[in-house]
């Protein structure tokens, strides 16, 4: 049988005394009338002692007594019993001179009832009874009461208190005490006393203690749930701590807990997960845990740490403290009318945002209660609409560091506060739920950029225990690289992302750092690690999107790798974005340009596609889409930019205009190769932060950006694309490669390109629709060129059927408005059937084939 030989206590952390409440609120009782009892004990116990005192305010003291059970010539077991006096549990403890103590708790609607049963006592001869001499362990706001008479302070004296047992037979004692429900949950500690002076203890020479309104609990689910009214289960893993201390607030931002519960390994503990199931009577608000170990490296035992799993936290205002979870139950969202979009991500055209800099901008003209939350993203639906996107892609919301930004998280179950209308956790829950369900009808989808591979350096989940949580090659100080593979952190994970699906109807993720998900639990390279591929699987999150991004943000780097996909994940192409910028300037080669314009093949045709091809010019690391043409010098020359002539700013109007060519260039080729689109917030107005790539150089959006000549052409521009995307999806928006016969490589002059030219900047194909192939004519097909050298090219077009003709739709280095055109520019066929276009430098060009128009 079991031994619980470690301390349950209940410390207090809070001021004045209040005896009566305890005196009036309990009651003792025997089995025969107490006369009776009192004749049994002899002229020396014929009163009943009652020890009283006021201990000093302030009192913080920790519980010696000690549970235990043990087998005593047959086995014993913690038990639970139901009759009708309510459910209850059973405690059996053996004394240190023999003998069975058996504590029975059981619950009414309106108090406790402890029965304290004593047999096979073997006592002194001269001993004629027994006295309890009991205390209890809780404290609130109002008063504080303590048996711990070993361990106080010189000033403080315990409050004890004194009560017969009843003899029932030879050997056997019993007693009955009787607490308000609203004392709970607290600790009843006692010893007993013979007749003659002798101090009777547990076997380990303790005092016996027993929890009320405080039960066993039950190991799963991890965090909070509600069996019962009144009822809350606490549940966190930590394998290699030794002593857990539940922290309970009345007050979420105060510095320290009103009452610390140490729970019992033997009682509260199953295999290496913690739990306890108590009676919020008290109405407590909020809660976190301590966590002890003999490696100080891997605890810090003092420190209060925020349950892994709680789905709805606070954060002190104290900014030296963690968050703490919240005591209570997530109010249901009416869902009534949600109807994700479902889209199939071949069509996804996608803008990526933080949620707080998109509307905290003045410009936005959104109430100050709404600006930079996701009632304010919710409000600019029709800007996505207008832009063609159908699907947004949230930078982290779960908290963070304040100082790192939030690639640094600390939780990851709830949305941080400040994005709700009030500032308080509930509002932001909701006020996140509701944007998503507006979103949706709407028919945009919702994705999350998450962070799963490390959390912020300190104050995260560190201290819970290091071994199983974190690698520990870093420093303790700097600890924050999660062991993602190991078996808890994956669950971890897991049940987050189901979380975010279910309960607030997200639409897929975007991991980063997603590298660091193949590294194994002694930081090994996996080649099927059990985390990518369980997600790959899982019933519910294999149906969303799940792509992976192998950017670090801590680092600032992007790390490349051989991403195991089982035909599911996707990923961020950074070579889209590297060939596409070098080709831009003047570099890399042809052969470069036309793999991603293809959808790339040399990363996705392993079983995948090209809609697994997440492409992108800017991102949210970096510089933006208008720093990318104007800042090249200095530290830039990982950032594959040019400034086109002159370092920033300028009034020059040619290098304006090759800037703005380049801009045009950049989001045609994003556009117009197969992948899914990915823009970056701002790119659609010259969000710009200076020609600074650091993530911390970010702004807040200024929409008034979008209203000046730049922002109105690049945000039809952009419309235009997405609406031109859609029509051709057979061409564009393909979850296969294209077929060789759909597709013909030119040079300037219909001849090949010159492929093994690293100097040749020149490149046009014709895609053809597989109807225009089967008809055998270039209905529906496409001419698209790309001139990137620094002069022109005089383009030959391929001849269209009879009845046909090409008319151009864009053209980036005409002026605007007509340097796109929904209907088309025809093109007149010169002499000898030929068709001619000049293109100018650094441009792009796109002829639709078309029935000819009378």
């Known amino acids: 049988m079991a031994t619980l030989p470690t301390p349950m ?10 005896i009566s409440k305890l005196a009036s609120s309990c009651h003792y009782s025997s089995r025969k009338k107490l006369f009776q009892s009192s004749q049994r004990l002899g002229t020396k116990w014929k009163t009943i002692r009652q020890f009283t005192s006021v201990p000093t305010s302030g009192l ?12 005593i010539g047959q086995r014993y077991t913690l038990t639970t019993e139901v009759g009708k006096q309510g459910k209850g549990s059973s405690y059996l403890f053996r004394t240190e001179i023999g003998g069975q103590v058996k504590v029975c708790v059981k619950k009414t609607n309106y108090k406790y009832v402890v029965f304290v049963e004593v047999s096979s006592l073997q006592l002194p001869s001269d001993s004629v009874g027994l006295i309890l001499t009991w205390g209890v362990y809780r404290s609130d706001s109002g008063y504080t009461q303590t048996l711990n008479f070993d361990s106080l302070a010189p000033h403080e004296e315990p409050v004890v208190f004194e009560n017969p047992l009843d003899l029932i037979v030879d050997s056997a004692y019993s007693l009955e005490l009787e607490f308000a429900v609203e004392l709970a949950p607290f600790f009843l500690s006692f010893l007993l006393k013979s007749s003659c002076g002798l101090d009777i203890r547990s076997h380990n020479h303790m005092k016996f203690c027993v929890p009320v309104g405080l039960e066993r609990g039950r190991p799963f689910p991890l965090g909070l749930s509600f069996p019962n009214n009144g009822l809350i289960n606490c549940s966190v893993f930590s394998r290699n701590a030794e002593n857990v201390v539940l922290c309970l607030y009345s007050d979420a931002s105060a510095d320290q807990p009103t009452l610390e519960l140490d729970l019992d390994p033997y009682i509260h503990r199953t295999g290496d997960i913690w739990h306890v199931l108590m009676e919020n009577s008290r109405n407590f608000v909020a809660y976190g845990y301590q966590f002890r170990g003999t490696n100080k490296d891997n605890f810090d035992g003092g420190r209060v740490i925020v349950d892994p799993y709680a789905k709805m936290v606070e954060k002190p205002n104290n900014p030296g403290t963690a968050c703490l979870g919240i005591l209570s139950l997530v109010e249901p969202f009416d869902w009534a009318g949600d109807v994700c979009p479902n889209l199939s991500i071949e069509r996804l055209m996608i803008y990526r945002l933080n949620v707080k800099r998109f509307t905290e901008h003045k410009s936005s003209q959104l109430a100050a209660n709404i600006a930079g939350t996701f009632s304010g993203l919710a409000e600019k639906v029709d800007h996505f609409k207008d832009l063609g996107i159908n699907a947004v892609l949230l930078e982290p ?17 709830s949305p941080m506060n400040i994005y709700g209308l009030s500032s308080d956790q509930i509002s932001a829950i909701n006020s996140m739920k509701d944007a998503v369900k507006r979103l949706h009808s709407s028919g945009i989808e919702v994705l999350l950029e998450v962070v799963y591979t490390h959390t912020a350096d300190s104050r995260a989940l ?27 952190i994956q669950q971890l994970i897991l049940d987050s992302l189901r979380h975010w699906v279910v309960d607030f ?30 997600i790959a699987f899982d019933p519910i999150l294999s149906r969303t999107k799940i792509i992976a991004d192998c950017w670090d943000p801590i680092e600032a780097v992007q790390k490349e790798a051989e991403f195991p996909h089982w035909k599911r994940w996707a990923e961020m192409n950074s070579k889209f974005c590297i ?34 091809s997440f492409n992108f010019i800017a991102r949210n690391f970096g510089l933006s889409l208008v720093d990318l043409v104007s800042f090249s010098q200095g530290k830039l020359a990982s950032e594959l930019s040019w400034n086109c002539g002159e370092e920033g700013p300028t009034d020059k109007t040619s290098i304006l205009e090759r800037r703005l060519k380049q801009i045009r260039n950049f989001l045609f080729i994003l556009y117009i190769s197969l992948g899914v689109p990915v823009l970056n917030m701002g790119d659609e107005c010259g969000y710009s932060t200076g020609g600074s790539p650091a993530y911390g150089a970010r702004k807040p959006f200024d929409w008034s950006t979008l209203k000046t000549g730049f922002g109105m052409q690049t945000r039809k521009f952009i419309s235009f694309l997405g609406a031109f995307r859609q029509r051709q999806g057979d061409l564009l928006q393909r979850k ?39 008809k055998k004519s270039l209905e529906g097909s496409l001419f698209i060129a790309f001139n990137g050298a620094d002069r022109s090219e005089s383009v030959i077009l391929p001849p269209p059927p009879k009845g046909m003709s090409w008319r151009r739709l864009v053209d980036t280095a005409l002026p605007y408005p007509g340097f796109f055109s929904v209907e088309g520019e025809p093109v007149i066929q010169q002499m000898g059937g030929r068709i001619s276009y000049g293109m100018k430098p650094y441009s792009c060009v796109l002829f639709e084939a078309t029935a000819a128009r009378s």
């Open 579 to 612: 060939n596409i910028r070098n080709f831009m300037r003047g570099e890399g080669l042809l052969s470069d340009l036309a793999t991603r314009l293809c959808g790339s093949g040399d990363l996705f045709s392993d079983g995948r596609g090209p809609a697994f």
């Open 505 to 534: 109807h997200i639409d897929g993720f975007c991991f980063m750092n997603a590298t660091s998900l193949l590294r194994g639990v002694h930081c090994e390279s996996l080649s099927r690690p059990p985390l990518v591929e369980a």
């Open 462 to 488: 560190q201290g819970i225990d290091d071994p199983s949580y974190y690698y520990l090659n870093e420093p303790a100080e700097t600890r924050s690289a999660l062991n993602c593979n190991c078996p808890i």
């Open 736 to 774: 296969n490669f294209l077929k060789e016969e759909n597709i013909d490589w030119h040079g300037s002059d219909q001849s090949p390109p010159k492929w093994d030219d690293p100097r040749s900047r020149f490149l046009a194909m014709t895609l053809k629709s597989e109807q225009g192939t089967k």
């Open 9 to 18: 206590a209940a410390r207090s952390r809070c001021g004045s005394t209040e």
């Open 60 to 71: 913080n003291v920790s519980a010696m007594a000690r549970v235990s059970v043990e087998q």
């Open 397 to 413: 919301i779960f908290y963070c560091d304040e100082q790192k930004g939030s690639y640094a998280p600390f939780h990851f179950f």
